[in-house]
């Protein structure tokens, strides 16, 4: 996968929060809430690991099967990534992966920079 550069607002400093429960990620910038977005989670067989964590690689072109973009994670396998099946975010479906709508991954790719922490809980 290839790497990308962290963003021109280096002097901003973001977190990831994933509330498994919810189905939800929470994205706060500079220690407020800035955006929340629904998301997919792991099925109960293969669950989203829970724990701090943070983003090591990016792929701007990941292929069909991780929808428009990849935010991996510093544990192995596991990222936060689009979908090419839009009805699956709200449930738990994935291989423990976090699934976003595509418009939503491209957004967070663009935005955080490598090193940006995640905690899932």
Not at 78 to 87: F, S, W, Y
């Amino acid at each position: 996968m290839r790497e990308c550069c962290p963003d021109s607002g280096a002097d901003l400093k973001y977190k990831i929060v994933v509330h498994t429960k919810e189905f939800r990620l929470d994205l706060f910038r500079n220690g407020k809430l800035y955006k929340s977005y629904p998301v997919a989670i792991g099925r109960p067989e293969t669950p989203t690991p829970k724990g701090e964590f943070t983003i090591v690689n990016k792929d701007e072109d990941p292929g069909p099967r991780f929808g428009a973009r990849w935010l991996g994670l510093s544990v192995p396998h596991i990222g936060i990534h689009g979908t090419n099946h839009p009805q699956s975010i709200g449930r738990a479906v994935s291989e423990g992966c976090v699934r976003l709508h595509n418009p939503d991954i491209e957004e967070l790719y663009w935005m955080l920079p490598l090193g940006t922490p995640v905690t899932i809980v």
